[in-house]
């Protein structure tokens, strides 16, 4: 679906490459997570997922696609759609659903189609019920839910998010994973996770982990987690199961994400 | 001895009379000593940042009072002002309430303003720039010119280096990455070592408050729902759970582990857990 050939990226002609040598697939229908710190990339890695940046040196090809064909950037980005950190940067109505309805308007579709595919899009992140209400009155998190169905309108194949939950509570967080991670596991949309929240990622199906624009780990969250002192190396945190385990005795098996395996883990290590 | 600071009985409504009529803080009580360090937790819209704003006399209480070293800061316009410099606010993304045309200048806004000298102005804001980790260069820049996390900082050299007696901190690390956030948590306790000064801070992080907190003030729906040590608080994670809230994953490991018989000590940082593990092994 999304494809990295070798690709590097500079802002400016001479500059230091932000991102070098990056070779990645995400295929249809994944859920990945791109983790690293402020500064690491992620966001860049992102931007070039649908033509806002373009290679300056590699391909990236969305579909088949390669983003520097300036004449398919249009499919690209119906196919590949993105949200950002702020949605209030984002949202450009006062009303929900003509917030939602905005790209279908300005792509000329019949209005009987975007009557139909903004209530879609709506249900999809459980905010039908607010379709008249204005946004600035809606919560962190409902206000990202919004603008995740503003991309959904669009009807993409892959929805890129970059940091959609850095700024919601933990209430907010919730709301708008299990808003994603449902797209992913009931309709098959593919997407990546820009985070950089470690239980997050552990959600995901994949896990890329970014440091100094390069790619520097990636596995699934069991198998990138349980490399505490990798972690540790690129300054990144583990979830706390994995610390306690690794605390407690570094030989375990560490790939414990869940408070119920983790307690496995520990029953037999009190048992054993 | 007086409390460095007591809040007595605080009610806040917001517009009172009026269809929009709000009760955000509810019959609130509570006291903070020299040198400690607190943390608030509670969900969004339970009143955290209404209480926050008391503390200083941002706010007038709909009822109750606000003491600082034993006095009411409301009790007349000189206390009142006191009050504004005993108590630093930072407020929520500080970042961006940066005006000055250097970061120095931006720094020195809060001392200047106290009517110190310019030597002691320079003083607390050089002092507060290098607790934060601005380099000199740092100090002739724009604040614009330098990156979010930075920016953060600045802002909150700028409270600093007004030397309140209470630090105040509305979610410091909000939207930072774990290593940003371990430097601001960083920068603080440096701080409140240095000058001994309380410090309270706000958060979501059920994590963030067992790791750093000596107290704990759990506001839910306006109230305190719970008060006191870490310990004391996340001893009672099934309420804090059916409240609503989360408790550190440790936390919710170790309920575990008590519910299939395993006899555990409370713990809420991995560390500590591991000890009372291996101190259970080890017993056996």
């Given amino acids: 679906m999304i494809e990295f050939k070798n690709v590097s990226f500079a802002y400016e002609e001479g500059a230091k490459n932000v991102l070098s040598d990056i070779d990645l697939e995400i295929k249809k229908g994944e859920c990945v997570a791109v983790l690293g710190h402020n500064g690491c990339g992620k966001s860049t890695l992102a931007k070039l997922m649908n033509g806002i940046l373009i290679p300056t040196a590699g391909d990236v090809f969305v579909n088949g696609l390669s983003t520097r064909d300036e004449e398919r950037l249009f499919d690209i980005r119906r196919a590949a759609g993105m949200v950002f950190q702020n949605s209030d940067n984002q949202i450009v109505s006062s009303i929900v659903e003509e917030d939602v309805a905005f790209a279908c308007e300005n792509l000329g579709m019949e209005s009987a189609e975007i009557r139909k595919r903004v209530d879609e899009a709506l249900s999809a992140v459980d905010m039908l019920e607010y379709r008249t209400h204005a946004p600035h009155l809606l919560s962190g998190g409902q206000k990202q839910r919004v603008a995740i169905a503003g991309v959904l309108a669009m009807e993409p194949q892959a929805l890129i998010l970059d940091e959609p939950t850095a700024m919601l509570d933990p209430r907010g967080r919730r709301e708008v994973l299990d808003t994603v991670l449902g797209l992913n596991r009931e309709k098959g949309m593919t997407v990546v996770l820009i985070t950089h929240h470690m239980d997050e990622a552990a959600l995901c199906s994949r896990v890329v982990v970014m440091h100094e624009g390069r790619i520097a780990l990636t596995g699934t969250p069991k198998e990138v987690f349980s490399q505490v002192e990798k972690m540790r190396e690129l300054s990144l945190d583990v979830p706390q199961t994995v610390k306690l385990l690794y605390e407690l005795d570094s030989s375990l098996d560490l790939t414990a994400l869940s408070v119920k395996e983790c307690a496995d883990q520990i029953e037999k290590y009190l048992r054993g | ?284």
């Fill in chain 2, 1 to 284: 001895m007086t409390d460095l600071l007591t809040v007595e009985n605080l009610t806040h409504i917001y517009s009172p009379g009026t269809p929009f009529e709000k009760k955000a803080l509810s019959d609130v009580s509570f006291s903070i000593g020299e040198s400690e360090m607190t943390a608030v937790i509670g969900q969004t819209g339970r009143g955290k940042s209404t209480l926050i704003q008391h503390l200083n006399g941002i706010l007038k209480p709909t009822s109750g009072r606000v003491l600082i070293h034993g006095e009411d800061i409301r009790s007349d316009k000189r206390l009142l002002r006191a009050a504004r410099f005993a108590v630093g606010l930072v407020f929520q993304y500080p970042e961006y309430q940066l005006f000055e045309e250097t970061v120095l200048k931006d720094i020195s806004f809060g001392p200047k303003n106290m009517g110190l000298s310019n030597e002691e102005t320079e003083r607390r804001a050089l002092e507060a720039a290098q607790i934060v980790g601005l380099s000199e260069d740092d100090l002739s820049k724009s604040p614009f010119e330098l990156s979010g996390g930075q920016k953060r900082r600045v802002a909150i050299a700028g409270i600093l280096a007004m030397e309140p007696q209470l630090l105040v901190l509305d979610e410091p690390t909000a939207g930072l990455d774990p290593r940003g956030r371990e430097q601001i948590i960083g920068y603080i306790k440096n701080y409140r070592e240095k000058h001994r000064t309380s410090v309270i801070f706000v958060t979501h992080s059920m994590e963030d408050a067992a790791e750093n907190a000596q107290r704990l003030i759990v506001l839910h729906r306006g109230s305190i729902l719970m008060q006191g040590t870490p310990f004391e608080v996340f001893e009672r994670a099934e309420e804090l759970k059916s409240a609503g809230l989360g408790v550190p994953k440790v936390c919710e490991v170790i309920s575990e582990l008590r519910s299939r018989g395993i006899n555990l000590k409370t713990a809420f940082t991995p560390e500590a857990a591991a000890s009372v593990i291996k101190g259970a092994r080890a017993r056996d």
